[in-house]
């Protein structure tokens, strides 16, 4: 079967570091996406991670370990406005670009 | 570059009533797909269009749900008639496939309470 695990709820303080895990079964892999989603707003892509190893792009980096299912989205610097909820959705099998998402993740930042 | 449009976004009808949303894919994506959340939960594919043609549609309830796609740009889902486990919000992405990373992008979604 499919299944993507991730936390339903974290919080953290502005300017604090927070990671969000995600861990994935999934009957093939062909990379990795991190969404971030607002209340009442699209998903907006974050990252894309296909090889082992950590993405960086500004405040925000993901890793990959296809060995262990498993990846982490890291957020640096946390601003009030990063609290929204965070997607992880893993690439399967097929040669084709179907996306299993996971329930997300709500992280609400504090002052 | 514009952003995947969609319309309405917010919709409210009684059950048995019949509804339809609308998208338009950023230009250029030649694959579209249709979403939907619910409340808490991650997007769950209901069909997916290369083109024209419907490549995916295992997961569309197809004995109330249809779209189509004709010219290959725009789209539309259609529910008839609703029920009231048809609230939840419905999103329409779209992506290049000849992108090395394939990335789908996201429209604000329509959201549809049945009543």
């Known amino acids: 079967g499919q299944n993507i695990d991730q936390p339903t709820e974290m919080t953290a303080t502005e300017g604090a570091i927070v990671q969000i895990n995600c861990t994935y079964q999934?009957?093939?892999?062909?990379?990795l996406f991190w969404y971030q989603q607002h209340a009442g707003e699209a998903p907006t892509f974050l990252s894309y991670?296909?090889?082992?190893g950590l993405e960086e792009k500004g405040r925000f980096s993901s890793f990959l370990s296809r060995s262990k299912g498993y990846s982490y989205l890291l957020l640096k610097e946390l601003q009030m406005k990063d609290s929204a909820s965070y997607l992880c959705a893993v690439k399967g099998a097929g040669g084709y670009n179907k996306l299993i998402f996971g329930a997300g993740t709500r992280l609400a930042v504090h002052p | 570059e514009a952003g995947v449009v969609q319309s309405p976004r917010y919709k409210i009808i009684e059950k048995k009533q019949p509804v339809a949303f609308w998208c338009n894919p950023i230009?250029?994506?030649?694959?579209l797909y249709w979403y939907l959340q619910n409340l808490g939960q991650g997007p769950e594919l209901l069909i997916r269009y290369e083109n024209e043609e419907a490549v995916d549609d295992s997961q569309l309830p197809k004995d109330r749900f249809s779209a189509e796609r004709l010219k290959g740009v725009d789209s539309t889902l259609k529910i008839q008639p609703a029920e009231l486990g048809d609230s939840a919000v419905y999103l329409c992405?779209?992506?290049?496939?000849?992108?090395?990373?394939?990335?789908?992008?996201f429209g604000p979604g329509t959201r549809l309470t049945v009543l």
């Open positions: 991670n296909v090889l082992d």
């Open positions: 230009s250029g994506h030649n694959t």
């Open positions: 992405a779209s992506s290049r496939r000849t992108s090395e990373t394939d990335t789908q992008y």
């Open positions: 999934t009957s093939g892999f062909n990379g």
